[in-house]
């Protein structure tokens, strides 16, 4: 591993903040979710659901600027929930890495709500380079539209009202096996009470600086997609910490801006956000490309997969996948 901490810095500190605007913000990392596990092409045809498709989706992310992909593999079964097989997953990142050979792999162990919590981890063996790691249950409740039978496995309009439990003991088991296979967790805060989950992974040295943390502003049960809520988040971070944003729906541009004025890194992406404007449908190239834009704007570097490797204490070496996951 090569990790290089000189990037480093509390964010919400603003001694910090203006050292960093005199010295250079460093490279941002662009993250791109490209497809989630909720919605599918009955909303957006951009997004992509079988291996293939999620592949060019890829691709066009990556030659768009972003150096990370997180991924959800859908059940070839039934393409509207996600995989529980580990040979699905490794198909997916098998044919990512064919099409994008330096982009870092994030797998999510987040899935949907019809899949169990044993079967979340199953993207762990198909050897991801990054898995996301939810900190705290996740809740919604919403109305998912029907799918027609114009799309592969349609089904009718469905209600839900659900939570993902994500207990102390599950998301500790989550950290240590991640840990045990050299996977960077993503770790997904939906608010103040979720940072506590991560000092207490490393309490039990269940995580490796630098830590990768995730802010998700607009969720449902999450932190309000506020510049205060943003901060309060970043003021309660242990050192050694690399800050992502994403922000849901209409709030994934304006937590973009802000995170790059920051000196954060950013995820856009279907996953959070279908439209390009109001009306418009987005693809996932062209919510990459704006970001790109963004970055340039504010005079900053967009990371490489190499940088973003170096600044995240990856292997210089991407993770190479044979023809199935035995081989």
């Known amino acids: ?35 989630g596990g909720i919605q599918g092409k009955e909303y957006n045809a951009s997004i992509p659901e079988t291996p293939e498709q999620i592949a ?32 699905t997953w490794w198909e997916v990142n098998r044919r990512i890495r064919d099409r994008c050979p330096d982009a870092i792999i994030n797998n999510t162990t987040g899935a949907d709500f019809y899949v169990d919590m044993e079967d979340r981890q199953s993207c762990l063996d198909a050897q991801p380079e990054v898995a996301s790691l ?27 009202d659900a939570c993902i439990p994500f207990t102390f003991g599950q998301i500790r088991e989550f950290a240590s096996t991640m840990k045990s296979r050299g996977i960077k967790p993503e770790l997904e805060t939906y608010h103040t009470g979720s ?13 490796e600086p630098p830590y990768w943390i995730q802010t998700v502003m607009g969720y449902q049960a999450s932190s309000l997609p506020t510049v205060d809520n943003v901060l309060q988040l970043l003021r309660e971070m242990p050192e050694d910490t690399l800050w992502l944003c994403s922000g849901i729906g209409r709030h994934q541009l304006p937590m973009t801006t802000l995170a790059m004025l920051m000196g954060g890194h950013v995820r856009v992406g279907l996953e959070d956000n279908i439209y390009y404007r109001r009306g418009e449908a987005a693809d996932n190239a062209q919510l990459v490309e704006r970001a790109v834009r963004i ?33």
């Open 295 to 327: 970055a340039q704007e504010l005079n900053r570097e967009v990371a490489t997969p190499a940088e973003a490797r170096s600044m995240l204490g990856l292997s210089k070496t991407p993770t190479t996948y044979g023809s199935t996951a035995s081989s």
């Open 56 to 87: 060019e989706a890829a691709q066009a992310a990556c030659e768009a600027g972003a150096s990370m992909i997180h991924v959800h593999a859908r059940s070839p079964e039934t393409r509207w929930k996600g995989a529980t097989r580990t040979d």
């Open 1 to 35: 591993m090569d990790a290089s901490f000189d990037h480093l810095w509390r964010y919400a500190r603003a001694d910090d903040y203006l050292d960093a605007l005199r010295d250079g913000m460093p490279p941002v990392i662009i993250c791109c979710a490209i497809n």
């Open 195 to 207: 940072l506590r989950l991560v000092d207490h992974l490393i309490d039990r040295n269940l995580l």
């Open 134 to 160: 939810n900190l705290s249950p996740d809740m919604s409740e919403f109305t998912l539209k029907a799918r027609p039978s114009s799309f592969e496995h349609p089904r009718p309009e469905d209600h839900i």
